[in-house]
């Protein structure tokens, strides 16, 4: 009899476990971009400095930061966040943020 050799079974099964890996982390990549795009708008950052302020919130608070990032997407939808993470956040936004919001300065 020939077709599938013994083991073959067992690779396509590590393959698809190597695929869901990745879309959890093309996921995970989208929802860290998103995040950082509301801290953006929010704070008047950087992209850079949004991810710095993310970076910042996920360590204080000890929470993973795609989780923290995930936070920031249902606060952006529904209004809620858990306080301590709010505090954490707005704490880094005034690190990161202008001392003076852009387009207010007086020719």
């Known amino acids: 009899m020939g077709g599938m050799g ?10 698809q476990a190597e695929v869901d890996q990745m879309k959890e982390a093309v996921v995970s990549h989208a929802v860290v971009d998103q995040a950082i795009g509301m801290v953006v708008a929010l704070g008047r950052v950087t992209p850079d400095e949004g991810w710095e302020v993310l970076r910042e919130v996920s360590q204080h608070t000890n929470i ?32 990161y943020g202008p001392t003076q919001v852009p387009g207010t300065s007086e020719e």
């Open 6 to 15: 013994a083991n073959e079974p067992d690779r396509i099964s590590e393959l």
């Open 64 to 95: 993973k930061l795609r989780n923290i990032a995930e936070l920031i997407l249902i606060w952006g939808r529904r209004g809620d966040i858990p306080p301590d993470v709010r505090a954490e956040l707005e704490d880094a936004l005034d690190r």
